[in-house]
């Protein structure tokens, strides 16, 4: 069966267990969504119970499915790492093999630093890793007082800096962040995403981050199924921070989003519109406000509301829709430390005249881009093996 429009949503940071190479990352036992349910004492996800989610791993609340609505399986991580531009870029194609720049336990060198200084015109203070939320509690006020730029990072490899919306100036802000995106492309400092962290408030109480983040990635490494769509004529529809996360590659109109809901929301609206291609959703709460956070409370609820927004948008779909469901790496927020987790991710396959069936364990995220090449007609990706023919 040919399709006309794929709606693809990435649950981001969803994971569904340990994959062999998880003991490598120090995450072998890892299980977002299943020990999610076990600390919330259950989750309810109807929805996705009848897309057979309950068929994938243990999910207290989420009963296995002997006659699923949807194709279910799991995807396996071809790629190093464990973070969204390894995910995503391989879900369309690119296969990741040297880990990116990470400045995790010493914070960035000097020379980077002094440099970011100099071409920004600004003073830097943290240099650390740390926890997005509380360096600006603890460095909030002295950037106020100073107007210095807060750098840190993470255990992905990113260069982040958060500044105050109101008092720095958010084009201010994003203009710091595109210099620092150039300095950080000589290979010894080349991170994968500098990210614009705005936020507003008046004192470490009352200091939170705005919806105003701006991410600026890498390009993919070569062309990549999102390039062959819109080269082909194709609509490519981005929601979220897709835009971000490709650089623009490839993306012929961008929506931002201030939230999960408002993301599905505008898949919404764009199912109720005539278009032939590809919408991408992502959904970055779970993974920016519950994972990191280690919240599963937070988390849980986030995954229901999804579930109930997931029913209003399926009586929107055509006859020749396909909708596509997976995640970009695990963020279990129950594990140690607040780094992303190595796992498997779901892969769910909807149309209302297929019938679902199991399909298996995928060896590459790419499997999910190789099926949209294959729907399109489009010449296919260096890597993965479409599931077109099994739906």
Excluded at 78 to 97: I, N, P, R, W, Y
Excluded at 143 to 153: D, E, P, Q, S
Excluded at 164 to 187: N, Q, S, T, W
Excluded at 366 to 375: P, V
Aim: proline share 4%; hydrophobic share 35%.
């Amino acid at each position: 069966m040919e399709f006309k429009r794929i709606f693809t949503i990435v649950m981001d940071s969803v994971g569904c267990g340990s994959d062999p190479t998880s003991v490598n990352y120090g995450d072998d036992g890892a299980n977002t969504i299943g020990h999610i349910a076990d600390a919330c004492n259950g989750i309810k996800l109807p929805c996705l119970q009848l897309f057979g989610y309950g068929n994938l791993t243990k999910i207290k609340g989420v009963n296995p499915n002997t006659n699923p609505v949807a194709c279910y399986g799991k995807m396996q991580e071809a790629s190093v790492g464990k973070d969204t531009l390894t995910g995503h870029f391989e879900f369309m194609g690119v296969l990741t093999t040297k880990p990116l720049k990470t400045f995790t336990d010493t914070g960035f060198p000097k020379e980077l630093i002094t440099e970011l200084e100099k071409q920004t015109g600004h003073k830097v203070i943290g240099n650390c890793a740390a926890s997005g939320t509380e360096i600006i509690k603890e460095l909030g006020e002295e950037h106020l007082r100073t107007k210095a730029m807060i750098v840190y990072t993470s255990a992905d490899s990113v260069l982040q800096i958060a500044c105050h919306e109101e008092v720095f100036g958010l084009d201010e802000l994003y203009r710091c962040c595109k210099i620092a995106r150039e300095i950080c492309m000589k290979p010894e400092w080349k991170v994968g995403r500098i990210i614009a962290r705005p936020f507003v408030g008046t004192n470490k109480d009352n200091f939170v981050r705005t919806p105003n983040r701006h991410d600026y990635a890498l390009s993919p490494a070569h062309e990549t199924t999102l390039d062959y769509l819109k080269e082909s004529g194709y609509d490519v529809i981005s929601i979220g921070k897709i835009n971000d996360i490709y650089n623009g590659c490839g993306i012929t109109k961008a929506y931002k989003t201030v939230s999960n809901h408002n993301g599905m929301e505008i898949m919404k609206d764009i199912a109720k519109t005539d278009f032939k291609g590809l919408c991408y959703l992502n959904l970055v709460d779970f993974d920016a406000l519950y994972g990191h956070r280690r919240n599963p409370e937070g988390y849980k609820k986030a995954l229901e509301e999804f579930d109930y927004d997931l029913t209003k948008l399926l009586p929107l779909l055509n006859d020749d829709d396909l909708l596509l469901i997976t995640a970009d790496h695990g963020n279990d927020p129950t594990w140690h430390g607040t780094d992303h987790t190595r796992e498997l991710v779901p892969i769910f396959a909807y149309n209302r005249k297929i019938k679902g069936k199991n399909l298996g364990l995928r060896t590459s995220f790419a499997d999910l881009g190789q099926t949209i090449n294959e729907n399109f007609k489009l010449k296919p990706q260096p890597i993965g093996k479409s599931f077109l023919k099994e739906l």
